[in-house]
Every structure is written in C-alpha cells, then in structure tokens.
C-alpha cells in the first residue's frame, strides 16, 4: 500500500468529522502550546538574568525594608525605628569601610504633563547623584541631579528617553517647564536610551532629586513621621571579596540605630545575586507549573484521541468489513487507524505551535515577560505530539485490526 | 482435470462451540468447481450456506478438511495470508452491495487494487483497470457518482467491477438479487451470465431458482450436508425446485 493512499484514506476518515476533531485535538493543542510557552519564558528569563547580571554586576547591594519587619510606626516614640530612612544610607556611607558608592531610591507614580501633552501614573524616582553610575544608565544631553540639587531640594528633572520623546518628540527639552504632579520644575537633563532590564523600564520614568520626594511629593497622613522614608539604598561595595564582610557591618549599624537585634532586623540586605536566585525560583516554579499542565494536557488530549478513535472503530466497522474482503490485512487496517490517530495528534500539534508563538508574544505584549521562542521546543512539541498520537492510537487500531471480518460486514 | 479445478474442498466441515453445545455447520462437504464453471448453491436458512461462503470466501476457516483454492490450500493459512488470497483471488458481489458510501464508484472499485501487493501499478492504470470494470458492467459516465446517488441495481454493478478489478480467479456472489427488484435482478444476473460466458468461475448463492437457472449447476445443501447432483441440470430438476415454496 502506498504512503499516500494510507494518507488519503486516513484524511478523509478525520474530514468526515471536522468539529469532532478540533474538539479531539484541543488537549494536544493546550499540551503543546504549554509547552513552547514555558520554554520561551524560561528561556527569555535567562537572557534577562544573564542581562541583569551583565548590567549592574554582581558587586551591588541592596537594603530594602523586608515584609516581616513592616509595621505601624509609633507615634508616640516618634522615631522612625522600623523604616528606612535617608539618615540611615547617609550613615552607611558615612561609616562603613569597603563600599565606592550609596544610592537612595524613593519612587512614587505622578501625572506629568507638558503643555497639552500628559503621561499618567508614571515612576518619578527620587534619587541621588551616584545614581546613573551605579544603576549603569548614560546621560543623553544636560545633565543629572547634583549634590547641591539635594541639598537645596532644587526643582528639577531629568527625563528618561521615552519620556522626553513623548512629551517633546524631537525639540530639546532642557531649560523646559513640566509640570510632576502640582509641582512645576524645569527639565535639566535626558538620560542615554537604555531599555527594559528585568521587569524596569529605565526610560518610562524621570528622575529628581530625593528631597524634593520627601518635600513635595509625601502626601498621606503620615508625611510627618514617613518623612525621610526611603524606598531602596544601593550600596556599590568595592571589591567583591569583601561583600560578606559589608553586609555583616551594615546590618550591625541598621540594629544599632533603629534599637533592634540582626536578627529582629526589620530591613533585608540582599545581594544582585539573591535576587537572582528568588527570580530563578519564581521562574522555575512557574516553569514547572506549566510542565505539568503541558504533560497533564497531553495525556488528556491522548486519552481524548483514544476516546475518538474508539467510537470511529465501531461507527466504521462495516468499512472495516468491506476493506478486509476486498484484502486488507489486520496491518492494513492498523495501519490507516494509526495514521489517522498520528494525523490528529499532529495537526493538533501543529495549531498548538501556532498557538504557543502567539501566546509567548502575547505573554511579552501583555504579560510584560520577556519569552524567546527556542526552536528546539517546536520540534520538542512535534515528538511530544506524535508520541500521544501513537501511544494512544495503538489500542483502537488494533481493536480495528482484530475484527473479524464476518462479523464486521454483517455490522449495521 | 484436478489441475483445472478453482475450487477442490475435501471433508470440509465447521463446528461452532456455542457455551457447552457444539453445533455442526458444516458437516462433511467435498466438492469441486472447475475453471469456467457457474455453480449455483441452494438451500434453506440454517443450511450452512453462509458459513460455506465464508469459508469458500476465505474469511473463515474450516474446522477440519482441506480447501484447495486455484491449487493453493487455503484451509490453514493465517489472517494476513487469506487477505492476500481474498484479494488476488476472490472477488465478492454482497446481497447489500457492501459499497463505501461516501466514495464515488471508481473509488470503491480501485479499493482492491489499493490492498495488491504483487507489482507496483501507477495511479493512471489504476484509473483505467477501474474505468474499465465500470464499463464491462454496462455502467458509463457514472465513475463520480455516490452510491447514495444510483439505483440499487447501479449500485450492484458497482460492487461487480470492484470484484472483477483485480481479475481474481472465483467470483462468489452471495444472494446478488436479493436487494433488487426483479428487472434489476434481471440485469445483474444477464451480467453474470455474461461475464460466465467471458470465462469467469462463478459460485453463487440463492434462494431463488429462477436464478440457479442460469448456472450450469445447482447443489443443495440441507443441515450442513450437500444434497444433490454437482452435473449439468436438467430441465426437470429446474421446474420442480421452481415448484418449491
């Protein structure tokens, strides 16, 4: 028999039901689709890793205030023990030896508005001079946030690339007045374009200076006792032999000034490499996740194909019948049953790589993850497919391969 | 003369175990058809006719005795073997036709030229073998028709090209008229008789024996036994099985 009758034959069993057989082939779509998704966000999160990894080094640390310590502060003590505060990155900087550079990070989200031109909800980071060194951004034209900005909480801004590009297109925007909020201050720098590094936009935002954040922008209730609350102190630190040491002499300090013990420190002082790993384990979680919908989906969709395969047996075993009288052999009819298994598990697994690109990009698009489609997981899809079709095609094609062929033509 | 012989059964008989009873089909049967010949199989339901189609069709085995299809013993080949044989050898017309419906004819008379295994033919000789069959039984321009769209006397000529496609050496009908009205069965049993004539061996099976009438002989087969004269039949014979109810 020729491969292209077997086809034939086979295409125009599964033709005969076309609703039927999308709804046959859905496990296998969503087994195969979960499975070029997963590699794709597996693999867009390496290359974000080893990014991250290339941008700002391995040297880096970062103090943040940690979920377990986060508690009212007390108003009647008036001090701001349990939250992180300018004071206490000027005193790093001050008395702890090994470290190049501290930066201070306060975020709060503002309209900004230039003219007609607005961009709602956007990051206005208050920082500090090290800034664009230390989280590895270049100055475009003008220029960044000084010390003597700081200290006189200067109103001024500095644009990240996208954001000048929206509210001035292509007119230099330096010596401008946009308004942050209520507060109007004069733009006095670009940053270089940089891109999306993990899940930050380093040009969606603008920058000022930190004490214009305590000064302007802390609106709650608390403003008096959340002050000098700060969001984020990144410690550069020298040279990486002695980042045990630094972390162990910063956490010391943080306990001495807000009156705790290390280990009731309520602040986390964790290295670009920890975050890495936490990073690591979110993906790898998540990755797993979708290994067991991919696996559970795919033996759905075989049982789904045996289920099918089944009941096409019995609604064609007249044909059966007629096809062994005119000489067909049990292998024959194997055969053509096989192929019509393997036809269905295959077209489904080839809709369930159209629908896993498309869902990878919809996943960068809409789910802001990066995913990089590996062609290696198509072809890892294709075998997956074609081994559900195969595994779980044999019984009926043997079920159809045993008929007797007496009993099968008097079937009605 | 064994030499020219299609068919040479010995001693065929057929037992089926029904739960604790054995019940005898066939019980016995020797008989042999030559090269050319039109036999005509009669008898009354439960006599075993079907089961010594089947058995002469090749989709069942006897239980004991030997079957000599065009000098091949056949009695104990296996399932794949007898496919072969059914395919090369035997060309079967159903009382119920047995045709897929949603083919059109032509694709219903290829179908045993799609199970050959002797010779590599290209899909253009197989479309004309096919035409070709279509056209020997009168059937003309009608290779895109369904059988859902012809008559059941067309649809009978159908499934007689497609026995005939791979020039097998017996063709078995089994009750060919019996789905037909009797200017239908007419035609298909003129067909037949025609293709008899061409030199086609031909067993058929029949309760009607207006039918037996045009072979050139008649058995009988009663309780798993034949009965009855395997020579040329003679006219009286003819008018008192025509007698019979």
Redesign the interface.
């Given at each position: 028999?020729?491969l292209s009758?077997v086809l034939r034959i086979a295409g125009?069993g599964i033709a005969?039901n076309k609703l039927r057989a999308l709804l046959t082939m859905l496990g296998v779509i969503i087994g195969v689709a979960a499975v070029i998704i997963m590699i794709a966000i597996s693999a867009g999160t390496e290359a974000t890793i080893s990014d991250n990894i290339k941008n700002l080094g391995t040297n880096l640390l970062f103090v943040t205030q940690s979920m377990g310590g986060q508690q009212a502060p007390s108003r009647t003590a008036g001090m701001n023990e349990n939250f992180l505060t300018y004071d206490d990155a000027e005193a790093i900087n001050n008395s702890i030896s090994g470290i190049s550079g501290v930066v201070v990070e306060r975020d709060v989200t503002e309209l900004v508005k230039y003219g007609s031109t607005s961009v709602d909800s956007l990051f206005v980071i208050g920082t500090t001079p090290a800034y664009p060194e230390v989280r590895d951004v270049s100055q475009g034209s003008g220029r960044f946030i000084t010390q003597n900005d700081i200290d006189n909480s200067a109103k001024v801004v500095v644009l990240g690339y996208s954001t000048a590009q929206t509210l001035f297109g292509d007119a230099d925007p330096v010596g401008e007045k946009i308004y942050v909020g209520d507060i109007k201050l004069t733009v006095v720098g670009v940053m270089a374009k940089k891109g999306i590094v993990g899940n930050t936009d380093y040009d969606e935002r603008v920058y000022i200076p930190l004490t214009l954040v305590f000064e302007k922008f802390t609106f709650s209730p608390f403003a008096r006792v959340q002050g000098n609350q700060v969001g984020t102190i990144l410690v550069q630190v020298t040279n990486l032999s002695d980042m045990n040491q630094v972390i162990t002499q910063i956490q010391i300090l943080l306990a001495k000034r807000h009156d705790t013990t290390v280990s009731n420190l309520p602040f986390s002082v964790t290295t670009q490499e920890d975050i890495i790993s936490t990073q690591e384990s979110t993906t790898a979680a998540f990755r797993e996740l979708l290994a067991w919908v991919a696996a559970v989906s795919l033996v759905v969709g075989g049982i789904g194909i045996m289920n099918i395969m089944l009941v096409s047996v019995t609604e064609r075993t007249?044909?059966i019948?007629?096809?062994?009288?005119?000489?067909?052999?049990?292998?024959?009819i194997r055969g053509q049953f096989l192929t019509e298994a393997l036809l269905l598990s295959l077209t489904g697994g080839l809709i369930g790589v159209i629908t896993g690109v498309g869902g990878s990009w919809l996943f960068y698009k809409l789910g802001d993850m990066r995913t990089l489609v590996m062609p290696n997981s198509i072809l890892l899809a294709f075998a997956s497919a074609a081994i559900v079709g195969i595994f779980f095609g044999f019984y009926p094609a043997n079920k159809a391969a045993q008929l007797d062929?007496?009993e099968a033509?008097r079937h009605e | 003369m064994t030499e020219s012989n299609i068919i040479e059964i010995n001693q065929i008989t057929k037992i089926y175990q029904m739960g604790n009873v054995q019940v005898t089909a066939l019980d016995g049967i020797s008989l042999s058809v030559q090269a050319g010949e039109f036999l005509a199989i009669m008898g009354p339901s439960g006599s075993g006719k079907s089961t010594l189609m089947n058995i002469l069709g090749c989709l069942d085995r006897p239980t004991s005795g030997s079957y000599l299809l065009a000098g091949e013993d056949v009695s104990r080949m296996n399932r794949e073997q007898l496919a072969h044989i059914r395919n090369q050898k035997i060309g079967f017309v159903f009382q119920s036709y047995n045709l897929l419906t949603q083919a059109t004819a032509i694709q219903n008379v290829l179908m045993p030229i799609v199970y050959r295994r002797n010779g590599h033919i290209s899909t253009k000789d197989r479309y004309e073998m096919a035409h070709n069959a279509l056209i020997s039984v009168g059937l003309v321009d009608r290779d895109q028709h369904k059988p859902t769209e012809m008559s059941g006397g067309q649809q009978q000529r159908v499934a007689i090209a497609r026995a005939l496609v791979n020039s097998p050496a017996l063709v078995l009908a089994d009750e060919p008229t019996g789905n037909l009205d009797s200017h239908s069965g007419l035609e298909i049993m003129e067909i037949l008789q025609k293709l008899n004539t061409e030199g086609r061996t031909i067993v058929m099976i029949t309760h009607d024996a207006k039918n037996a009438a045009y072979a050139e002989k008649t058995v009988y087969l009663k309780d798993g036994k034949l009965n009855g004269n395997t020579s040329p039949m003679p006219a009286p014979a003819y008018a008192e099985v025509g007698g019979l109810p």
């Open positions: 028999m020729k009758e125009e005969r007249r044909e019948g007629i096809r062994q009288a005119t000489g067909a052999t049990p292998g024959d062929p007496i033509l | -």
